[in-house]
């Protein structure tokens, strides 16, 4: 089993940063692909990125592109989510989850493992 732990949200101004953090343990984490998915109030979980296990890809929603880098440290067993300049609308509960592969994928259902959630507020 894999659990995952996030931590690092909060409420920040608008065009402000913040640096999400998902800490990974547990006997079968090892070559696991983690991404970054998000909930606003009202609406549906949605994709935000992801990191290969190999780091050699990553994929943004297009929402987030340019503004949101995903990274790891191997060592740490651990998954950032860096958010800058950001917005009101990226308002929302970020979860971390993990593949039980090392390929990067988009779709919530191609995902084993899910964190807590963490809550960010970006105020206007």
């Known amino acids: 089993q894999v659990q995952l732990v996030e931590s690092g949200g909060g409420l920040v101004q608008a065009g402000g940063s913040v640096r999400l953090s998902c800490a990974a343990s547990?006997?079968?984490?090892?070559?696991?692909?983690m991404g970054w998915f998000r909930q606003a109030p009202g609406k549906e979980r949605e994709f935000v990125a992801v990191?290969?296990?190999?780091?050699?890809?990553?994929v943004y929603a297009d929402s987030v592109k340019g503004r949101f880098t995903i990274s790891r440290d191997y060592a740490k067993n651990t998954a950032y989510l860096q958010m800058n300049s950001l917005k009101p609308e990226d308002t929302a509960v970020y979860y971390c989850?993990?593949?039980?592969?090392?390929?990067?994928?988009?779709?919530?259902?191609?995902?084993?493992?899910w964190g807590q959630g963490t809550q960010v507020t970006v105020s206007s």
């Open positions: 990191i290969s296990w190999s780091d050699t890809s990553t």
């Open positions: 989850a993990a593949r039980r592969t090392v390929q990067a994928a988009t779709r919530q259902d191609q995902y084993a493992y």
């Open positions: 547990g006997r079968t984490f090892s070559r696991n692909a």
